[in-house]
Protein backbone atom coordinates (compact mmCIF):
# COMPACT_ATOMS: atom_id res chain seq x y z
CA UNK A 1 0.00 0.00 0.00
CA UNK A 2 2.55 2.35 1.06
CA UNK A 3 4.29 2.07 -2.46
CA UNK A 4 1.22 2.41 -4.57
CA UNK A 5 0.50 5.75 -2.47
CA UNK A 6 4.36 6.61 -3.24
CA UNK A 7 3.99 6.19 -7.05
CA UNK A 8 0.52 7.91 -6.87
CA UNK A 9 2.15 11.20 -4.58
CA UNK A 10 5.37 11.32 -7.60
CA UNK A 11 3.29 11.29 -10.33
CA UNK A 12 0.59 13.37 -9.05
CA UNK A 13 3.91 15.93 -8.26
CA UNK A 14 5.16 15.69 -11.78
CA UNK A 15 2.08 16.23 -13.57
CA UNK A 16 1.61 19.43 -11.25
CA UNK A 17 5.16 20.47 -11.60
CA UNK A 18 4.78 20.62 -15.19
CA UNK A 19 7.25 18.43 -16.01
CA UNK A 20 8.40 18.39 -19.97
CA UNK A 21 8.60 14.66 -20.52
CA UNK A 22 4.73 14.42 -20.27
CA UNK A 23 4.26 18.02 -21.28
CA UNK A 24 6.09 16.86 -24.94
CA UNK A 25 4.80 13.59 -25.09
CA UNK A 26 1.06 14.34 -24.04
CA UNK A 27 0.30 17.73 -25.78
CA UNK A 28 2.93 17.20 -28.64
CA UNK A 29 -0.22 17.61 -30.90
CA UNK A 30 -2.03 20.55 -28.94
CA UNK A 31 0.05 22.85 -30.79
CA UNK A 32 2.98 24.10 -34.04
CA UNK A 33 6.11 22.66 -33.84
CA UNK A 34 9.00 25.55 -32.68
CA UNK A 35 9.68 27.72 -35.88
CA UNK A 36 13.09 26.76 -37.20
CA UNK A 37 14.58 27.00 -40.64
CA UNK A 38 17.35 24.42 -41.55
CA UNK A 39 17.53 22.34 -45.31
CA UNK A 40 14.39 20.59 -44.86
CA UNK A 41 12.10 24.16 -43.62
CA UNK A 42 9.56 24.46 -46.61
CA UNK A 43 10.24 27.40 -47.49
CA UNK A 44 14.11 26.94 -47.78
CA UNK A 45 13.24 24.00 -50.21
CA UNK A 46 11.09 25.91 -52.10
CA UNK A 47 13.17 29.10 -52.87
CA UNK A 48 16.23 26.48 -53.92
CA UNK A 49 14.00 24.79 -56.44
CA UNK A 50 12.91 28.15 -57.79
CA UNK A 51 16.70 30.05 -58.26
CA UNK A 52 18.28 29.51 -60.83
CA UNK A 53 21.35 26.74 -60.55
CA UNK A 54 22.51 26.06 -64.28
CA UNK A 55 19.85 24.51 -66.30
CA UNK A 56 17.83 24.60 -63.30
CA UNK A 57 15.33 27.35 -61.96
CA UNK A 58 13.83 30.04 -63.12
CA UNK A 59 14.64 33.19 -60.74
CA UNK A 60 17.26 35.19 -60.56
CA UNK A 61 18.92 35.08 -56.81
CA UNK A 62 18.74 38.80 -57.05
CA UNK A 63 15.31 38.88 -56.97
CA UNK A 64 14.56 37.43 -53.82
CA UNK A 65 16.33 40.48 -52.15
CA UNK A 66 13.85 42.90 -50.39
CA UNK A 67 14.28 45.40 -51.76
CA UNK A 68 15.78 45.17 -55.09
CA UNK A 69 19.56 46.07 -55.29
CA UNK A 70 19.66 49.43 -57.68
CA UNK A 71 21.79 46.92 -60.02
CA UNK A 72 19.08 44.58 -60.62
CA UNK A 73 16.96 44.14 -63.39
CA UNK A 74 13.58 44.91 -61.76
CA UNK A 75 11.48 44.19 -64.97
CA UNK A 76 13.23 40.94 -65.27
CA UNK A 77 12.63 40.23 -61.70
CA UNK A 78 8.86 40.79 -62.26
CA UNK A 79 8.40 38.96 -65.11
CA UNK A 80 10.48 36.05 -63.21
CA UNK A 81 8.13 36.17 -60.51
CA UNK A 82 4.73 35.81 -62.40
CA UNK A 83 6.27 32.85 -64.20
CA UNK A 84 7.11 31.37 -60.65
CA UNK A 85 3.93 32.10 -59.27
CA UNK A 86 2.48 30.59 -62.53
CA UNK A 87 3.72 27.12 -62.26
CA UNK A 88 3.44 27.02 -58.57
CA UNK A 89 0.03 27.60 -58.62
CA UNK A 90 -0.20 24.65 -61.82
CA UNK A 91 1.52 22.21 -59.64
CA UNK A 92 -0.60 23.24 -56.15
CA UNK A 93 -3.85 22.34 -58.43
CA UNK A 94 -2.57 19.41 -59.82
CA UNK A 95 -1.46 18.02 -56.26
CA UNK A 96 -5.17 19.22 -54.69
CA UNK A 97 -6.87 17.22 -56.88
CA UNK A 98 -5.06 14.32 -56.51
CA UNK A 99 -5.72 15.14 -52.75
CA UNK A 100 -9.38 15.58 -53.16
CA UNK A 101 -9.76 12.02 -54.96
CA UNK A 102 -7.50 10.12 -52.14
CA UNK A 103 -10.81 11.72 -49.86
CA UNK A 104 -13.31 9.86 -51.84
CA UNK A 105 -10.67 7.12 -52.45
CA UNK A 106 -11.21 6.24 -48.72
CA UNK A 107 -14.86 5.59 -49.32
CA UNK A 108 -13.82 3.09 -51.66
CA UNK A 109 -11.38 1.48 -49.46
CA UNK A 110 -13.85 1.44 -46.61
CA UNK A 111 -16.79 -0.14 -48.77
CA UNK A 112 -14.10 -2.58 -50.05
CA UNK A 113 -12.53 -3.73 -46.77
CA UNK A 114 -16.14 -3.72 -44.62
CA UNK A 115 -17.87 -5.81 -47.70
CA UNK A 116 -15.09 -8.08 -47.61
CA UNK A 117 -15.06 -8.80 -44.26
CA UNK A 118 -18.95 -9.13 -44.43
CA UNK A 119 -18.12 -11.47 -46.82
CA UNK A 120 -16.11 -13.41 -45.61
CA UNK A 121 -17.78 -14.50 -42.43
CA UNK A 122 -21.80 -14.93 -44.15
CA UNK A 123 -19.99 -17.38 -45.50
CA UNK A 124 -17.73 -19.12 -43.06
CA UNK A 125 -20.96 -18.80 -40.77
CA UNK A 126 -23.13 -20.66 -44.13
CA UNK A 127 -20.29 -23.88 -44.01
CA UNK A 128 -19.97 -23.72 -40.33
CA UNK A 129 -20.87 -26.82 -38.16
CA UNK A 130 -21.80 -25.73 -34.94
CA UNK A 131 -24.55 -23.23 -34.19
CA UNK A 132 -22.86 -21.09 -31.98
CA UNK A 133 -20.35 -20.76 -34.42
CA UNK A 134 -22.98 -19.49 -36.79
CA UNK A 135 -24.42 -17.27 -34.91
CA UNK A 136 -21.47 -15.53 -34.35
CA UNK A 137 -19.91 -15.36 -37.41
CA UNK A 138 -23.17 -14.29 -39.06
CA UNK A 139 -23.23 -11.16 -36.13
CA UNK A 140 -19.72 -9.95 -37.37
CA UNK A 141 -21.23 -10.27 -40.74
CA UNK A 142 -24.05 -8.49 -39.93
CA UNK A 143 -22.34 -5.83 -37.58
CA UNK A 144 -19.89 -4.89 -40.60
CA UNK A 145 -22.17 -4.72 -43.32
CA UNK A 146 -24.17 -2.18 -40.52
CA UNK A 147 -20.83 -0.31 -40.19
CA UNK A 148 -20.36 -0.05 -43.56
CA UNK A 149 -23.77 1.58 -44.24
CA UNK A 150 -23.68 4.24 -41.28
CA UNK A 151 -20.09 5.05 -42.48
CA UNK A 152 -21.15 5.71 -46.12
CA UNK A 153 -23.85 7.27 -45.63
CA UNK A 154 -23.65 9.48 -43.05
CA UNK A 155 -19.63 10.15 -43.26
CA UNK A 156 -18.75 10.09 -46.92
CA UNK A 157 -22.40 10.91 -48.65
CA UNK A 158 -24.46 12.83 -46.66
CA UNK A 159 -21.81 14.85 -44.21
CA UNK A 160 -18.48 15.82 -44.45
CA UNK A 161 -16.90 14.50 -47.80
CA UNK A 162 -19.09 16.63 -49.92
CA UNK A 163 -19.07 19.63 -47.37
CA UNK A 164 -15.44 19.14 -46.93
CA UNK A 165 -14.44 19.42 -50.34
CA UNK A 166 -16.48 22.11 -51.01
CA UNK A 167 -14.94 24.52 -48.90
CA UNK A 168 -11.74 23.57 -50.32
CA UNK A 169 -12.66 24.66 -53.33
CA UNK A 170 -14.06 28.04 -52.54
CA UNK A 171 -11.62 28.50 -50.63
CA UNK A 172 -8.85 27.99 -53.11
CA UNK A 173 -10.71 30.13 -55.62
CA UNK A 174 -11.14 33.02 -53.24
CA UNK A 175 -7.32 33.14 -52.76
CA UNK A 176 -6.18 32.26 -56.72
CA UNK A 177 -8.35 35.13 -57.58
CA UNK A 178 -6.27 37.69 -55.26
CA UNK A 179 -3.51 36.64 -56.74
CA UNK A 180 -4.45 36.41 -60.19
CA UNK A 181 -4.20 38.61 -62.30
CA UNK A 182 -4.57 41.53 -59.68
CA UNK A 183 -1.04 40.91 -57.56
CA UNK A 184 0.96 39.70 -61.06
CA UNK A 185 0.77 43.86 -62.04
CA UNK A 186 2.42 44.76 -59.17
CA UNK A 187 6.21 45.77 -59.03
CA UNK A 188 9.26 44.04 -56.97
CA UNK A 189 8.59 46.93 -54.60
CA UNK A 190 5.22 46.48 -54.18
CA UNK A 191 5.13 42.55 -54.28
CA UNK A 192 8.55 41.19 -53.52
CA UNK A 193 9.48 37.45 -54.56
CA UNK A 194 9.04 36.74 -50.51
CA UNK A 195 5.30 37.83 -50.16
CA UNK A 196 4.86 36.15 -53.40
CA UNK A 197 6.02 32.83 -52.18
CA UNK A 198 3.69 33.70 -49.10
CA UNK A 199 0.66 34.04 -51.20
CA UNK A 200 1.59 30.79 -52.96
CA UNK A 201 1.66 28.47 -49.73
CA UNK A 202 -0.78 29.72 -47.92
CA UNK A 203 -3.20 29.11 -50.88
CA UNK A 204 -1.41 25.49 -51.38
CA UNK A 205 -1.94 24.56 -47.20
CA UNK A 206 -5.78 25.74 -47.78
CA UNK A 207 -6.00 21.99 -49.63
CA UNK A 208 -6.20 20.13 -46.78
CA UNK A 209 -8.76 17.73 -45.47
CA UNK A 210 -8.43 19.69 -41.87
CA UNK A 211 -8.90 22.80 -43.69
CA UNK A 212 -12.15 22.23 -45.53
CA UNK A 213 -13.12 20.49 -42.22
CA UNK A 214 -12.92 23.41 -40.29
CA UNK A 215 -14.62 25.62 -42.93
CA UNK A 216 -17.34 23.76 -43.25
CA UNK A 217 -18.21 23.86 -39.18
CA UNK A 218 -17.43 27.14 -38.91
CA UNK A 219 -19.95 28.35 -42.23
CA UNK A 220 -21.82 25.35 -42.70
CA UNK A 221 -22.72 23.64 -45.61
CA UNK A 222 -24.01 26.87 -47.82
CA UNK A 223 -21.40 28.73 -49.40
CA UNK A 224 -18.73 30.91 -48.04
CA UNK A 225 -18.43 33.25 -51.08
CA UNK A 226 -22.27 33.87 -50.57
CA UNK A 227 -22.18 34.36 -46.75
CA UNK A 228 -18.97 37.16 -47.20
CA UNK A 229 -21.01 38.58 -50.11
CA UNK A 230 -23.78 39.16 -48.21
CA UNK A 231 -21.69 40.72 -45.14
CA UNK A 232 -20.06 43.17 -47.03
CA UNK A 233 -22.65 44.46 -49.06
CA UNK A 234 -24.48 44.77 -45.91
CA UNK A 235 -21.91 46.59 -44.38
CA UNK A 236 -21.58 48.93 -47.61
CA UNK A 237 -25.51 49.93 -47.64
CA UNK A 238 -25.31 51.40 -44.09
CA UNK A 239 -21.82 53.13 -45.25
CA UNK A 240 -23.80 54.27 -48.20
CA UNK A 241 -26.53 55.59 -46.55
CA UNK A 242 -24.34 56.82 -43.66
CA UNK A 243 -22.45 59.32 -46.68
CA UNK A 244 -25.97 59.94 -48.09
CA UNK A 245 -27.29 61.88 -44.67
CA UNK A 246 -24.13 64.17 -44.52
CA UNK A 247 -24.15 65.09 -47.99
CA UNK A 248 -27.79 65.95 -47.33
CA UNK A 249 -27.21 67.49 -44.30
CA UNK A 250 -24.07 69.56 -44.16
CA UNK A 251 -24.48 70.92 -40.76
CA UNK A 252 -23.76 67.09 -39.37
CA UNK A 253 -20.23 65.94 -38.44
CA UNK A 254 -18.14 65.45 -41.32
CA UNK A 255 -14.83 64.17 -40.30
CA UNK A 256 -15.95 60.06 -40.78
CA UNK A 257 -16.95 60.55 -44.40
CA UNK A 258 -13.54 60.30 -46.02
CA UNK A 259 -13.05 56.86 -43.72
CA UNK A 260 -16.41 55.42 -44.86
CA UNK A 261 -15.53 56.39 -48.82
CA UNK A 262 -11.66 54.65 -48.11
CA UNK A 263 -13.97 51.60 -46.75
CA UNK A 264 -16.41 51.61 -49.49
CA UNK A 265 -13.29 51.20 -52.12
CA UNK A 266 -12.07 48.03 -49.94
CA UNK A 267 -15.42 46.82 -49.85
CA UNK A 268 -16.18 47.08 -53.63
CA UNK A 269 -12.90 45.90 -54.27
CA UNK A 270 -13.50 42.78 -52.22
CA UNK A 271 -16.73 42.28 -53.85
CA UNK A 272 -15.33 41.86 -56.79
CA UNK A 273 -12.65 39.25 -55.72
CA UNK A 274 -15.18 37.30 -54.37
CA UNK A 275 -17.52 37.69 -57.68
CA UNK A 276 -14.52 36.10 -59.86
CA UNK A 277 -13.92 33.68 -57.00
CA UNK A 278 -17.63 32.65 -57.30
CA UNK A 279 -17.06 32.88 -61.21
CA UNK A 280 -14.32 30.05 -60.63
CA UNK A 281 -15.57 27.27 -58.45
CA UNK A 282 -16.24 24.51 -60.33
CA UNK A 283 -19.54 23.08 -60.40
CA UNK A 284 -19.14 19.87 -61.74
CA UNK A 285 -15.47 18.33 -61.40
CA UNK A 286 -15.81 17.81 -57.91
CA UNK A 287 -13.92 13.69 -57.90
CA UNK A 288 -16.86 11.02 -58.21
CA UNK A 289 -16.81 8.15 -56.00
CA UNK A 290 -15.83 5.94 -58.91
CA UNK A 291 -12.61 8.22 -59.96
CA UNK A 292 -11.68 8.29 -56.26
CA UNK A 293 -11.70 4.51 -56.47
CA UNK A 294 -9.08 4.51 -59.29
CA UNK A 295 -6.56 7.07 -57.58
CA UNK A 296 -7.18 5.03 -53.88
CA UNK A 297 -6.49 1.38 -55.19
CA UNK A 298 -3.25 2.31 -56.69
Known amino acids: MRVIISYTAAAGVALLSGCSAFQDSWYRDYGVQPLSIDDKSPAVVLRKALVK ?4 GIVDASCFDAPLAASTNATSCQQQRNSAIAVLLTASDDLCQAHLKTIFGNDAAFNIATGSIAT ?3 GAAAISGSASAKSALAAISTFSNAE ?8 Y ?10 KIREARATKVAAILPSDLTKSMSDYPMVLAIRDVLDYHYSCSFMFGLEKALEEGTQS ?8 LEQERNALQLYLDT ?3 NK ?4 TGVAGAQARMKEIDAQLTTLDKASAAVPSS ?5 AAGAGQGSK
Do not use: C, H, W, Y
Not at 148 to 155: A, D, G, K, P, Q
Not at 251 to 254: A, G, I, M, N, P
Not at 285 to 289: H, I, V, W
Open 246 to 248: RAA
Open 285 to 289: TTPSP
Open 157 to 166: KNMIVTAVTK
Open 120 to 122: LFS
Open 251 to 254: SLDQ
Open 53 to 56: NGSE
Open 148 to 155: RSLVNETV
Open 224 to 231: GIDGKKAK
